[in-house]
């Protein structure tokens, strides 16, 4: 079946210690997201690729990086995480960038957690 | 800004009907998403409405009216997994999706 897999579904690191969370996609969709949600919030997007075009939303720390390598992969980099950075991030694709109907299919998400 | 707003949380019994409303102030408007959400799982696709009026998939029924900056997800015969969390969100001009924070539905027997 075609899906969104996210790598681990839980992960713990310890303070200021780099975490990288991946996400792989069999949809071959061209936009991927990456989202940061906490609990009873909204999900809020970190960052999104057309293809290998990278968007940074304004209010994303730059703690945070993105990589893809390649139209399946993606890759989500906490240089230092801060106790704040604990949530469960999401990644999500979707097969249209710039079209109106464009729902995000996501993976089950990956739980950080920071000591 | 940008701004959508739902209830926090409601609470049904099994067997009832519930609406969850939400209503959104957006620059522009390309379509209205509902997403259901269980606790420390992720959003699943529920609906889309890009054009006004009433759409129904099985239990599930969401209504949009443009010119309100309204919309509402109806469930019925709920069941008690429908306990989980509901997610309004809205493309906007740039086609980006703007969520709101959703809407704890809890059913009870």
């Known amino acids: 079946d075609a899906m969104v897999i996210q790598n681990p579904r839980y992960q713990v690191t310890q303070f200021g210690k780099p975490v990288t969370l991946s996400c792989s996609q069999t949809?071959?969709?061209?936009?991927m997201y990456w989202y940061q949600q906490k609990s009873s919030q909204a999900p809020k997007l970190l960052f999104h690729y057309y293809d290998k075009d990278f968007n940074n939303e304004a209010d994303t720390p730059d703690n945070f990086q993105s990589r893809r390598p390649n139209t399946s992969f993606c890759f989500l980099d906490i240089r230092s995480p801060g106790l704040g950075d604990a949530a469960m991030y999401l990644c999500a694709t979707s097969g249209l960038a710039g079209g109106a109907y464009n729902e995000q299919f996501f993976g089950p998400g990956t739980r950080l957690t920071v000591l | 800004g940008q701004n959508i707003d739902q209830p926090t949380e409601m609470t049904a019994t099994e067997g009832a009907i519930v609406q969850i409303n939400c209503t959104y102030q957006?620059?522009?408007?390309?379509?209205l998403f509902w997403y259901q959400q269980h606790a420390g799982e992720a959003p699943t696709f529920l609906s889309y409405?890009?054009l006004d009026g009433l759409e129904e998939k099985g239990r599930f029924s969401s209504f949009l009216s443009r010119s309100k900056g309204y919309s509402y997800l109806l469930l019925k015969e709920l069941q008690m997994k429908d306990s989980a969390s509901y997610l309004c969100a809205v493309t906007d001009s740039n086609y980006q999706l703007i969520w709101g924070a959703g809407t704890k539905l809890i059913i009870k027997p």
């Open positions: 957006t620059s522009g408007f390309n379509g």
């Open positions: 949809l071959n969709h061209n936009v």
């Open positions: 409405n890009v």
